[in-house]
């Protein structure tokens, strides 16, 4: 492990405390007000006074913000929120490419390592269906599909009997239902408030970024260090 100095330990710090309070105010009201991101970002800015090198770390920030645009453009599509791509905008004025151990990473690490953890939900909603298959619910009923489309609606969702933070994800077609599988808008569509009705959930995507930053710091990037090893092994 590579020794780091105790400003990009003061950054770090920064960075996992904005990221904590975004967090749990994303989990409890589904909500983040700019000005956390407004505030650290300035704070991140302000270390740069008591830098022994200042110039590298602004051309390091400089670097960094390359996920600015990315970011913003993920955002206006509705794949995440804003607050997701001014939590990465902040991060970069922060924590520019900070890493804890001697591993290549880009400015778009933690953005791709949230990206390989989306697996987790999706896990989640397949170990949700199955449960409810083994205890003889009938979570089909209704429904008019495929078996290629059911089991699509298993990974992309589950029927839920009191929906919170979801998208619903059926639609009524004359006497029967179908699914439908299109991208929910993060900030523009409506969570379903109907009982018993198939949704995918709402994932707050802030939290995916707090693990893909703190796997950036004591693993690297996800991708290319998967690439790497796969690459040696073959």
């Given at each position: 492990m590579e020794i780091i100095s105790d400003i990009?330990?003061?950054?770090?710090?920064?960075?996992?405390?904005?990221?904590?309070?975004?967090?749990?105010?994303?989990?409890?009201?589904?909500?983040?007000?700019d000005y956390l991101w407004i505030i650290f970002g300035g704070i991140g800015l302000v270390v740069l006074l008591i830098e022994p090198e200042p110039m590298d770390v602004i051309y390091s920030i400089l670097f960094a913000l390359i996920i600015a645009p990315v970011s913003i453009i993920i955002?206006?599509?509705?794949?995440?929120?804003?607050?997701?791509?001014?939590?990465?905008?902040?991060?970069?004025?922060?924590?520019?490419?900070?890493?804890?151990?001697?591993?290549?990473?880009?400015?778009?690490?933690?953005?791709s390592n949230a990206a390989?953890?989306?697996?987790?939900?999706?896990?989640?909603?397949?170990?949700?269906?199955?449960?409810?298959?083994?205890?003889?619910e009938n979570i089909f009923e209704g429904f008019t599909e495929t078996k290629y489309r059911k089991i699509l609606a298993c990974i992309y969702g589950y029927r839920a009997k009191q929906?919170?933070?979801?998208?619903?994800?059926e639609r009524k077609r004359?006497?029967?239902?179908?699914?439908?599988?299109?991208?929910?808008?993060?900030e523009n569509d409506n969570f379903s408030t109907k009982?018993?009705?198939w949704i995918t959930p709402g994932i707050?995507?802030?939290?995916?970024?707090?693990?893909g930053f703190v796997i950036q710091l004591l693993f690297g990037d996800l991708i290319m260090n998967g690439l790497f090893t796969i690459t040696n092994l073959a």
């Open positions: 990009n330990l003061i950054r770090i710090v920064l960075a996992l405390v904005m990221l904590a309070i975004g967090g749990i105010f994303d989990i409890w009201k589904r909500e983040v007000h955002w206006r599509i509705g794949l995440f929120g804003g607050a997701d791509a001014f939590a990465l905008i902040a991060l970069a004025l922060i924590a520019p490419q900070i890493t804890l151990i001697e591993s290549e990473i880009t400015p778009l690490t933690t953005l390989v953890l989306i697996i987790i939900p999706l896990i989640i909603n397949v170990l949700r269906n199955i449960s409810s298959i083994i205890r003889h929906p919170k933070y979801g998208f619903s994800i004359g006497k029967s239902k179908k699914f439908s599988f299109k991208v929910h808008h993060a009982p018993n009705t707050p995507y802030l939290l995916l970024i707090i693990a």
